[in-house]
């Protein structure tokens, strides 16, 4: 560009485009725009089409390599946890029912020494209805 | 879209929703490849438009993602571009759809005797 201001001020502009535009283009924008300021297009015509171009790619969401990381991430995760819990499953029923049957539900017992409010008796069978605020929840 | 099979939406007009800027660069490009200076020109001569520089950028990025065009390695500083086997398909499909649409508007001016 022979006008230095317009070069600073296209190269000042070309600087808004993000890092991974500026690799791809930079250079051929830079030298586009010098030829069409030598054709005669007004430099602040040229720089303010890049300036709105630069808006535009800075505010258009595209799935890009970090998106694409954390889309990976997410999956490696979700897939651990699911691991993990396929693992554990053979041994945490047990464990679970020893432990919660041991303490937490004495009283939902038949033949618990206390009678619980809202505890329906089941007749003949080892298992009662508690309702708790409209919800019904076995034990 | 039309064509492209990356997305498997073929018949439709995929460049009714990409810009007018879109469309030229397809048609100046249907007549060989250019770089971002070369089609400015020729877009120009054409219809007389005169693309800005980054509505170019903005939608050779636009077309490369839709699979449209394709760049060819670098010449210098610049960088060709190459209309693609989908791209022409769908540069045909969008040109048919004006001539539809462009007979149905005269056929009304017609008969609405304006």
Redesign the interface.
């Known amino acids: 560009m022979d006008d230095p201001r317009a070069a600073r001020l296209v190269g000042t502009v070309l600087r808004c485009y993000p890092a991974r535009?500026r690799r791809r283009?930079g250079?051929?924008?830079a030298?586009?725009?010098a030829?069409?300021i030598r054709d005669g297009?007004p430099a602040v015509?040229?720089a303010?089409?890049?300036?709105?171009?630069?808006a535009?790619?800075r505010l258009t969401p595209?799935p890009g390599p970090r998106l694409t990381a954390v889309a990976c991430a997410l999956l490696v995760a979700a897939c651990s946890v699911g691991v993990s819990a396929g693992l554990l499953a053979p041994a945490a029923p047990a464990r679970a029912a020893s432990t919660s049957q041991a303490r937490g539900r004495a009283h939902c017992r038949p033949g618990s020494p206390e009678p619980v409010p809202g505890v329906t008796p089941a007749m003949g069978r080892p298992q009662v209805i508690i309702r708790e605020a409209g919800h019904g929840r076995s034990c | 879209m039309v064509v492209s099979r990356r997305d498997g939406r073929a018949g439709q007009d995929v460049l009714r929703r990409v810009g007018e800027a879109s469309v030229l660069i397809l048609i100046s490009l249907a007549g060989g490849s250019k770089?971002?200076?070369a089609l400015?020109q020729d877009i120009k001569e054409l219809v007389g438009v005169?693309l800005?520089?980054?509505?170019?950028?903005?939608a050779l990025?636009r077309l490369e993602?839709l699979g449209l065009i394709d760049p060819l390695p670098a010449e210098d500083?610049?960088?060709p571009y190459r209309i693609t086997a989908p791209g022409a398909a769908a540069l045909r499909v969008h040109l048919d759809s004006l001539e539809r649409v462009s007979a149905a508007g005269r056929l009304r001016l017609r008969l609405g005797g304006i």
């Open positions: 535009w283009h250079d051929e924008a030298e586009l725009a030829l069409l297009t015509s040229v303010w089409s890049y300036l709105a171009g630069a535009r790619e595209r | 770089h971002g200076y400015i005169e800005g520089p980054g509505t170019l950028y903005g990025d993602r500083r610049r960088h």
